[in-house]
């Protein structure tokens, strides 16, 4: 099947770039002190060399002292690091590229391996990591609203630095996923609460807040997830019709493009039809949305952090949902971060080419 429909432009507000392919965010834990360095506004170029469409950063914490639980993770404020981020974006842009940076606060983390840990304790809205395990406190009222503010603060930095776009990060049992499962959330004032619905209030305040700093016509995404790692078979929404209460009120918010996040793409999301959860985020909200999962690769991300290797892998069925009209753009990680040129040879039909992933590609800045 043609590749064709993958590298038609895509525009919408500040977004406007040369494919439909995303490079998804990938943690790297190569930014010491939280300050990316030219080693990580390199890697980045490379992909915009590449043809990558849209480049999302890896995850990149905001101003509170708990958000992170890893000093190597890049920040979002601080002189030195924004410093960083400016060289990022421009080097991406001279490269032809587009990127928006994936602003993150962890919530309660385990504690890293190797013993760091903040200077605070983690924070969420119940001091809970999974059901299971309380790692952190309660977040009052109060550091939710300055919480907010500096998911806002983020968002405005990133438009002042020339970014196209930015991202929040609402998966993956990170701190706005964590308000929405009532695994993690067991406040029992306005932040909490028994359906979806009302555990949607926290995220769809940091977008109001981010829309509110950024103007109208700045593109904002959000990554959401059904499942947990803590939790694989996790579904936030159990029914198209708790998809709709959980996505309603982010869209409502300001939200233009729902990043749906999911570990193989081809996998139905509820039964009795086809659809993804890109596909479903699309037909319930009409919002653009992209998909993401295994996506040219074999195994899931997952098992690649088992040591798990993968295999490229044909990308007909992505392109036959893509026709059909069930999502608009392409998350791709694995194997962007395994071979800067993916797109280019994708494009260019040399398949032949196409690398695999294994674990060793964590380990680096892959170059070439």
């Known amino acids: 099947m043609s590749t064709d429909i993958l590298f038609r432009p895509f525009s919408l507000k500040s977004l406007n770039i040369k494919n439909r392919i995303v490079m998804a965010p990938m943690t790297r834990s190569f930014s010491p002190n939280g300050v990316p360095g030219d080693n990580v506004a390199e890697y980045y170029q490379k992909r915009a060399e590449g043809d990558v469409g849209l480049i999302l950063s890896e995850g990149t914490v905001i101003d509170r002292v708990s958000s992170s639980n890893d000093p190597n993770i890049p920040h979002f404020y601080g002189e030195q690091s924004l410093a960083g981020w400016q060289k990022v974006i421009n080097n991406v842009h001279a490269a032809g590229g587009s990127m928006a940076p994936q602003i993150w606060h962890m919530g309660v983390m385990y504690n890293h391996q190797s013993g760091w840990v903040p200077s605070q304790p983690f924070e969420g809205p119940s001091g809970l990591n999974n059901p299971e395990l309380k790692n952190g406190v309660a977040m009052t009222e109060k550091d939710i609203e300055d919480t907010i503010i500096a998911y806002g603060k983020a968002a405005a930095d990133a438009k002042r630095l020339g970014f196209d776009s930015v991202e929040l990060h609402g998966a993956h049992g990170y701190l706005i996923d964590q308000f929405f499962w009532e695994g993690t ?167 032949n080419e196409l690398k695999g992933f294994t674990t060793a590609a964590l380990q680096e800045l892959v170059l070439d």
């Open 185 to 351: 959330n067991q406040r029992t004032d306005g932040y909490g609460g028994k359906t979806l619905a009302e555990r949607t209030r926290f995220g769809a305040e940091v977008i109001k807040e981010v829309r509110r700093q950024v103007g109208e016509d700045f593109a904002l995404i959000i990554r959401l997830s059904q499942f947990k790692p803590s939790a694989y078979d996790t579904k936030l929404a159990k029914n198209p019709e708790e998809m709709e209460a959980w996505l309603s009120p982010l869209v409502d918010a300001g939200v233009d493009i729902l990043h749906c996040s999911q570990r193989r793409f081809w996998e139905p999301e509820f039964e009795g039809s086809d659809l993804n959860f890109a596909g479903w985020a699309k037909k319930i909200t009409g919002k653009t949305t992209i998909t993401v999962g295994s996506v040219g690769l074999s195994g899931d991300f997952f098992g690649a952090f088992k040591g798990e290797a993968s295999e490229a892998t044909s990308l007909d069925e992505l392109t036959r949902r893509m026709e059909r009209g069930d999502f608009d753009l392409v998350g791709v990680g694995r194997p962007l971060l395994a071979d800067p040129s993916w797109v280019k040879k994708i494009h260019e039909g040399r398949t």
